[in-house]
């Protein structure tokens, strides 16, 4: 079982920045890709960022160029920086990690809130 805990969300105004951080725990050695989601009040959880063990990152077309998400693979933590942030990034920021042996995303963290407002 593996265990995920975010940190780092709160208040920003519309083109400042936050850094979010998912801490792993438990059965690591099982993790493969690791993405951030996010959830807005009556929407869809959608996928935002993701990365593989090897490095290889991708991003939904509405962050590109604004986030990046890394990893510390010694720390088993995994960030997302949020820069040029805008009132639609406003949402619940969930870390996930898929699971080697099934390739989906079985572990989930609690969440962290995000709001973008002036």
């Known amino acids: 079982q593996v265990q995920l805990m975010e940190s780092g969300g709160g208040l920003a105004q519309p083109g400042g920045s936050l850094r979010l951080s998912c801490a792993a725990s438990?059965?690591?050695?099982?993790?493969?890709?690791m993405g951030w989601h996010r959830q807005a009040p009556g929407k869809q959880r959608e996928l935002v960022a993701m990365?593989?063990?090897?490095?290889?990152?991708d991003y939904v077309d509405s962050v590109k160029g604004r986030f990046t998400i890394s990893r510390d693979n010694a720390k088993n933590t995994v960030y997302l920086q949020m820069n040029s942030l805008k009132p639609e990034d406003t949402a619940v920021y969930y870390c996930?990690?898929?699971?080697?042996?099934?390739?989906?995303?079985?572990?989930w963290g609690q969440g962290t809130q995000v709001t973008v407002s002036s």
């Open positions: 996930a990690a898929q699971r080697r042996c099934t390739g989906q995303y079985d572990s």
């Open positions: 438990g059965n690591i050695f099982t993790i493969g890709v």
């Open positions: 990365i593989t063990n090897g490095g290889t990152t």
